[in-house]
Nanobody
Framework: QVQLVESGGGLVQPGTSLRLSCTAS????????MGWFRQAPGEERKFVSS???????VNVGPSVGRFTISRDNAKKTLFLQMTNLKPEDTAVYYC??????????????????WGQGTQVTVSS
């Protein structure tokens, strides 16, 4: 059974950068598609970005150009580098894992394992 733990969230000012991490334990990390989702106050959980098992193919969400997803398979860690943060980015960010496929998953229902979330608050 794969377990995921997010870290790196916090309170930051608009225009700054932040890097989220997600460490995995158990299972085979390279058998997993990995993704980031976020849920803002009063809203449903939404797709941010995902990356295939090898890290060679990325599915980019609406924040293309500001957010970059990556993974270090040797360290069994997923990253989300966020730049030029905006108040609209305020949300709980969740790391998620899904099955290894030829493409890259992007739907909530396709991911089977979730972390507990890390809070990102962008405010001046």
């Amino acid at each position: 059974q794969v377990q995921l733990v997010e870290s790196g969230g916090g309170l930051v000012q608009p225009g700054t950068s932040l890097r989220l991490s997600c460490t995995a334990s158990g299972g085979i990390f390279t058998d997993l598609t990995m993704g980031w989702f976020r849920q803002a106050p009063g809203e449903e959980r939404k797709f941010v970005s995902s990356i295939n098992w090898s890290g060679g193919v990325v599915n980019v969400g609406p924040s293309v150009g500001r957010f970059t997803i990556s993974r270090d398979n040797a360290k069994k860690t997923l990253f989300l580098q966020m730049t030029n943060l905006k108040p609209e980015d305020t949300a709980v960010y969740y790391c998620a894992a899904g099955p290894k496929t030829n493409g890259v998953l992007s739907k909530l229902s396709e991911f089977t394992t979730w972390g507990q979330g890390t809070q990102v608050t962008v405010s001046s």
